[in-house]
């Protein structure tokens, strides 16, 4: 069973279809709505895997449709759908990780008034991240990426009567937004540049050798080949949609958002798309890499940005408090990884972490829900503590979850995916840093990981919803199951034996490897988990915490370092006493201008203008009014006296007929003999 | 030559199907219908009559094209244009027919106006002298009946008498007129007389021909000096025949002689491009023109009788229309068809408005009409739209209307001759005639009702006719093409 790229716009459809009519059906309608939202994506999930069979068929293919939107002019707006194993691969990801979440959301959401809508957002949101993976179209994508940007700020500030929550979510639609002027402007020049937007268009495609070459052959301000730049205009865009340094402070603030939210949108899939856009224009990210001169390469932007992310993620995660930020901040982190690898040339191993951490993100995120959800919306970890023994089945799952974003070696499938980023970093030539910052992050990881799990779940219960919490029904810990499965078993798609997952990326086969290859380094990351859950271990877990005020044994230390993490570097302030007060300047400055010049420029002319009126109506009534008045009484004279020419007395109409006739034609005679 | 019938017959399937509604018509009141109260009486002859116009209109659609019957009818562009336009425009007329007052004999009234039809669509497509006098004499005698239909009243039995004496001078000057044409070449067909016609336009009996042909065609569409009778006839005879006489009437009657002029007579027209004017019949159609614009114009600003304030108006209409017959022969007659159906519409929509309002009492000065956004509101948003037209407001048909005539008439000699100094005028006039429209509009949607007049209940028939009407000439104002582009 296959299916054609021409038909490729079913799988988007459904959810949309799902989200439609969630909008429609009455607010008690709460089953219905469930069940319209997980069938459509159980659909969308079926056809996924079928296209994923399609496309590994032929993987090195790009099996396109495209269509003409609509012209002006000669010039037509074309768009059109994508199949390749890079599609296929994100489609399945995509609509599993939301199937699975949208089930636990039944179980989570059960209490809110707002069920169906929550299940409307979630589906519009399911069927624009769909839309940007199988769209051919750089157009088409922004298009499908602005509706994910708008669902996510939907479903943040789902909970709008809560002040943070909204807030969160303006934050959120805003930083993102500047990134997204930056890929617009991109995306305006590209169009610009080669008159095309589509992806693979039969040799025209803006990702096809013909048009790269002649982007990288131009160069435009500083020295930079325009393939450079738009290549960077391209990355703003991903830079805040996937919570990079320096737009990445929108993300932890999301979490405000119900936990399916944050799990799948804020953590599995959206936040992604970034890595994800990256990955598809990789053809034009790496089109410079053949210049020689050129002052700087689009990838190690890329990498540097993603190296900083990585260490700066992973170094806040550690001071915070909430489960949901630690998460968060980690997600930050890992994405930082991603970015990583696509900057030093391995897109393939940025789209292996991509897909094996949106499985164990999802995990962690819904067992941190599950959590929140038993202790009574909870989520500050001082508070909780012991839940380990009262909810198994979440605490195991965590610990798979927690495992593998650690990347304990060999079983867990994060492992796997950063050890090949790991690698790919050290093979890069152009500098050790991002290599270096990564395997600081590793460490960190570890531990904020282990600090995390040991807070939760052991010692004893410090408050009466961490004592009166209890398993969650099955329908929160299934997905929980069926997630921690995949966290385990998707990393055996792509070990250095066995690198399956990698060959049919990118359609040649990979030569395989030991699976110590590289010892020296895999030695040493080993070493570097070890450390990290090690020194964890050590302070928080061989001794919980007592109580609730008890303080942090990291504070205790150095509390200036803590506390500087703790308030998240204060990126926030800082933000606030630059860019929010030089606005706040510009505004001052904007409303002194308008107030006192502006303002009394349209006074004086006001008063101009009324004045010029005075005059005009004393003219007016003096002069041009009597004359006026004179002259429509002489018109309606004339009427009159026209009218009492009519008498009314047949005769009379008849002797006129009869002139008229004479005049004319002795009229026409005397025109005709001149 | 052989005739043939059988064309004829497929040709003039919708004359055919005019006469046998009428005579359905007459038949079913006599029988059927004989024991139904007038009002009732009235609508199913209204919607009988309906009928039979929207088949003969289906046949018309479907009719034949080009010359039939050895040439004596012709069947083009502007032909099956004004064909459909007038029944269109009498479809409204049998609306407010339904509406009014319901005369002592419905049915008579429905069937005479289906037998004017009748004359208006064969005027339509005539192109033979004897036959087109025929049309409109089957036509005007019609017209003379539905004017003094309501014969107890004095003013409609007078309106009725003045029409037929006015009416029967100007038949006999045509028929006059088409004798001498006949003399003159020998032929009744409009192309013959073309081609025979004596070279020199300067030919006195020529001259006195053309001069006759162009009384009857003043009176025909109310031009002035042959206007006299339309503020009597406006004024007096029952609301239903005033819309005929005042849209479907005056389409055909433009139909007919801009075809008669510029098929049977091109080579006498002359030219009014540019001064010294040459002779023909162009400077005396221009000198009617210019006369009726000002007789129309001026004549209006003093009325207090809203009929007659219509009378004079539809005057003033002629006139700027004949702007439009002057360029139809270099230009295409698209302009003055797209003028004189829209105009009809926005007419015999005001008419009907009036045929309403007059259930609840009379309705002659334009003071009857205060308050009516009060009484009734969509008789006063119709009434708008209608008067707004009248004067030319964009984005309504009649300012395209007079858009096309006026600038096809620019393109004769531009602003150099007197066709360009008469469209000066047109539109100089027009401003003045928002004055008259105006006064309409304040009384209708401004003034205060008298306090004694109730809510106007508008029947089904006429509230479909009349909005149906209000949406043409909106439609028709925002795309004109629809209608310039119909066959």
Redesign the interface.
Do not use: C
């Given at each position: 069973m296959t299916i054609s790229a021409h038909n490729l716009w079913l799988i988007p459809l459904l959810p949309l279809l799902a989200s439609a009519s969630c909008s429609v059906i009455r607010r008690r309608g709460r089953s219905l709505a469930a069940t319209f939202a997980i069938l459509a994506m159980a659909g969308s999930f079926i056809l996924s895997c079928i296209a994923l069979r399609t496309a590994l068929l032929s993987p090195a293919s790009h099996l396109t449709s495209n269509f003409t939107w609509f012209g002006v002019g000669d010039y037509a707006v074309r768009l059109g759908w994508l199949l390749d194993p890079l599609t296929a691969f994100m489609c399945v990801m995509v609509t599993l990780v939301s199937l699975l979440i949208f089930i636990f959301s039944i179980g989570y959401m059960k209490d809110d008034p707002n069920f169906k809508q929550f299940y409307c957002f979630l589906s519009l949101f399911a069927a624009a991240m769909l839309g940007i993976v199988v769209a051919n179209s750089l157009l088409l994508l922004f298009i499908a990426w602005e509706l994910v940007g708008l669902s996510s700020y939907l479903l943040i500030g789902f909970w709008f009567h809560k002040p943070a929550a909204a807030a969160a979510a303006k934050k959120a639609f805003i930083t993102t937004r500047i990134g997204d002027l930056g890929f617009f402007m991109g995306i305006l020049w590209l169009n610009n540049a080669t008159g095309s937007l589509l992806f693979y268009d039969g040799g025209r495609g803006v990702l096809e050798p013909g048009s790269l070459a002649g982007l990288a052959a131009q160069t435009t301000v500083g020295g930079l080949a325009v393939s450079t730049a738009i290549g960077l205009l391209v990355f703003c865009g991903a830079i805040g949609k996937s919570g990079q340094f320096p737009l990445h402070v929108w993300l932890p603030d999301a979490m405000e958002g119900p936990t399916p939210v944050s799990a799948l949108i804020h953590a599995a899939t959206m936040v992604a798309a970034g890595v994800f856009l990256i990955a598809r224009v990789y053809p034009l990210m790496t089109a410079d890499l053949g210049l020689a001169g050129a002052p700087v390469h689009a990838l190690t932007v890329v990498a540097f940005i993603g190296a900083i992310t990585a260490l700066m993620g992973a170094c806040i995660a550690v001071g915070q408090n909430d489960i949901k930020r630690v998460l968060a901040f980690s997600t930050v982190s890992q994405l930082g990884y991603m970015m990583i690898a696509l900057g030093v040339g391995s897109w393939v191993a940025a789209i292996f972490h991509l897909l094996t951490h949106a499985f164990f993100k999802a995990l962690l995120f819904l067992g941190a829900g599950s959590v929140i959800h038993a202790a009574h919306h909870e989520q500050d970890m001082r508070s909780l503590g012991g839940l380990g023994r009262r909810m198994r089945v979440t605490f195991g799952t965590f610990a798979i979850g927690m495992m593998a974003l650690s990347g304990v070696p060999f079983v867990f499938s994060g492992y796997w995916s950063k050890e090949s980023i790991l690698h790919a970093a050290h093979e890069w030539d152009v500098s050790s840093l991002p290599f270096l910052m990564g395997l600081s992050a590793v460490v960190l990881t570890a531990f904020y990981m282990t600090r995390l799990v040991a807070e939760v779940f052991f010692g004893k219960a410090r408050s009466a919803s961490a004592e009166h919490a209890h398993e969650n029904s099955g329908v929160m810990t299934v997905p929980l199951v069926i997630l921690a499965v995949c966290a385990v078993g998707l990393g055996f798609l792509g070990t250095p034996a066995w690198p399956w997952l990698q060959s049919q990326l990118t359609g040649s086969t990979m030569p395989a490897h030991s699976l110590l290859e590289g010892g020296g380094l895999t030695v040493l990351s080993i070493v570097l988990v070890s450390v990290g859950i090690g020194t964890g271990w050590a302070l928080y877990a061989r001794h919980p915490r007592q109580t609730e005020d008890v303080q942090d044994p990291l504070e205790r230390a150095a509390p200036g370092a803590f506390g500087f993490l703790a308030a998240r570097m204060r990126f926030d302030e800082l933000y606030l006493a630059t860019f929010g007060r030089a606005n706040g300047y510009i505004a001052a400055l904007a409303d002194w201008l308008d107030r006192r010049v502006v303002g009394k420029i349209v006074e004086l002319a006001g008063r101009m203008s009324q004045s010029a009126g005075r005059f005009n109506r004393e003219a007016d009534e003096e002069g041009l009014n009597t004359g006026f008045n004179a002259a429509s009484d002489e018109?309606?004279l004339?009427?009159?006296l026209?009218?009492q020419a009519?008498t009314?007395e047949?005769h009379?109409?008849?002797r006129?007929?009869a002139?008229?006739?004479v005049v004319?034609?002795i009229?026409?005679?005397l025109?005709?003999?001149? | 030559m052989s005739p043939d019938y059988a064309g004829l017959f497929l040709a003039l399937r919708p004359e055919g199907a005019l006469v046998l509604g009428a005579l359905t018509v007459l038949a079913l009141d006599l029988s059927v219908f004989r024991r139904h109260s007038g009002d009732l009486r009235m609508a199913l002859a209204a919607m009988l009559g309906g009928i039979a116009v929207i088949g003969a209109g289906v046949l018309t659609w479907m009719g034949p094209h080009g010359s039939v019957f050895g040439g004596s009818l012709m069947f083009d562009r502007l032909a099956i244009t004004t064909r459909l336009g007038v029944l269109a425009l009498v479809l409204v007329s049998l609306g407010i027919a339904s509406a009014s007052r319901a005369p002592r004999n419905a049915a008579e009234f429905v069937a005479v106006i289906l037998f004017a039809s009748c004359g208006f669509t064969l005027m339509a497509a005539a192109q033979q002298l004897l036959l087109g006098f025929l049309a409109i004499e089957l036509a005007s005698l019609s017209l003379y009946v539905l004017a003094g239909f309501e014969k107890t009243r004095p003013t409609s039995a007078e309106a009725g008498?003045?029409y037929f004496?006015?009416g029967g001078?100007?038949a006999a000057?045509l028929l006059f007129g088409f004798s001498l044409l006949y003399g003159l070449t020998g032929s009744i067909d409009l192309p013959e007389i073309a081609s025979r016609l004596p070279a020199d336009?300067?030919n006195?009996l020529l001259?006195?021909a053309?001069?006759?042909v162009?009384?009857a065609f003043?009176?025909k569409v109310a031009a002035a000096?042959?206007h006299?009778?339309a503020?009597?006839v406006y004024e007096g005879a029952p609301t239903a025949s005033v819309s005929v006489v005042a849209s479907a009437s005056k389409l055909a009657g433009f139909a007919f002689f801009t075809r008669l002029l510029w098929v049977g007579m091109p080579t006498a027209a002359?030219s009014v491009a540019a001064l010294?004017?040459?002779?023909?019949?162009l400077?005396?159609l221009a000198?009617?023109s210019l006369f009726s614009m000002l007789?129309g114009n001026?004549?209006?600003?003093?009325?207090q009788n809203i009929r007659r304030l219509l009378a004079y108006s539809a005057i003033a209409h002629s006139g700027a229309l004949m702007l439009g017959v002057m360029a139809a022969g270099e230009f295409g007659s698209a302009p003055v068809f797209y003028y004189a159906a829209t105009y009809g519409l926005a007419a015999s929509g005001a008419f009907g408005v009036i045929a309403v309002v007059e259930r609840t009492g009379p309705c002659q000065k334009i003071s009857d009409l205060a308050g009516l956004h009060r009484r009734s509101p969509l008789l006063a948003g119709c009434l708008g739209i209608f008067i707004l037209s009248l004067a030319g407001i964009p984005p309504l048909a009649g300012f395209f209307g007079k858009f096309y005539v006026f600038a096809t008439a620019l393109r004769l000699g531009g602003l150099a001759g007197p066709a360009g100094w008469l469209v000066v005028l047109a539109i100089a006039l027009s401003a003045?005639a928002l004055y008259y429209y105006l006064v309409v509009l304040k009384q209708a949607l401004v003034a205060d009702p008298d306090p004694e007049a109730g809510p106007i209940k508008v029947p089904i028939l006429a509230a479909i006719a009349l909005v149906t009407a209000a949406g043409l000439v909106v439609l028709f104002g925002v795309a004109p093409s629809l209608l310039l582009n119909l066959p």
């Open positions: 018109l309606r004339a009427g009159k026209y009218s009519q009314g047949t009379g109409y008849l006129v007929l002139i008229g006739f004319l034609a009229a026409s005679m025109g005709g003999s001149r | 008498m003045k004496l006015f001078m100007a000057f336009p300067r006195p001259v006195v053309f001069v006759m162009l009384v003043g009176f000096p042959f006299l009778w503020p009597d002359g010294p004017v040459s002779a023909g019949w400077p005396a000198a009617i007789v001026f004549g209006a600003l003093a009325q003045l």
